[in-house]
């Protein structure tokens, strides 16, 4: 059932953000300007990737290791998690969903945590959800990765002034929710090492589903 995760950003780039897609041979890569990874139909060739290199020189690519010798991969092996049921948990806080006039905001929050996340156009992925406080943006959770029946959760962020208030925890439920409501079904990825995210998710009713390599291709 749950097949097309074994390669998420190549059955995306075939189905729901077909929009976003530039073909190289067999492999699939985003829109730089957009994200920057890409997947292959089985392993990534050398020359595909040399060619998406052109235009984006720091890029992941999900799943088998490619076929790449200019320069030593990164690997980055994150758990997957899919999620059958909706989450049974009282909302308390006011999410909004964040518009066109919120993206600057929502982009300068999430680079202060993590630098080389998001692109100008990353917002244009999925829809984002984000709590205030004093009008000030503290957390967000919206969509990345999309094919036709699936969603991927992302993007859970909440600023370090205001952990342990379980943000994380209602806007994840609020986000999934959402997925369902599309009759699609929730997953995500988050990396192997991140056990306190990892409690959180299972906690929530999240099934693991495996790993999956994330290579990173820097020039």
């Known amino acids: 059932m749950y097949q097309k995760l074994d390669n998420p950003v190549y059955h995306s780039l075939n189905e729901f953000h077909k929009k976003f897609c530039l073909n190289f041979g067999s492999s699939k890569f985003y829109d730089p300007a957009v994200a920057a990874f890409g997947g292959a139909s089985d392993i990534g060739q050398e020359k595909d990737i040399t060619d998406y290199a052109k235009i984006c020189d720091d890029f992941l690519i999900f799943g088998e290791k490619p076929d790449w010798t200019k320069a030593e991969l990164s690997r980055l092996v994150c758990d997957q998690y899919v999620l059958q049921n909706r989450i049974e948990l009282d909302l308390t806080e006011d999410i909004v ?15 202060k945590f993590y630098p080389y996340y998001f692109k100008n156009r990353t917002p244009e992925l999925g829809r984002y959800f984000g709590i205030f406080k004093d009008h000030k943006l503290v957390a967000v959770t919206g969509e990345r990765m999309q094919m036709d029946n699936m969603t991927e959760v992302s993007a859970v962020i909440t600023d370090i002034d205001y952990l342990g208030k379980g943000y994380a925890k209602q806007l994840v439920a609020f986000v999934s929710g959402k997925i369902f409501d599309d009759n699609k079904t929730p997953f995500l990825h988050v990396a192997e ?10 906690k929530l009713g999240f099934d693991h589903r495996g790993t999956i390599n994330l290579w990173g291709v820097k020039q």
């Open 97 to 111: 969903l964040l518009k066109e006039e919120n993206y600057p905001e929502l982009i300068d929050f999430i680079k």
């Open 193 to 202: 090492t991140n056990t306190g995210a990892k409690k959180l998710y299972e």
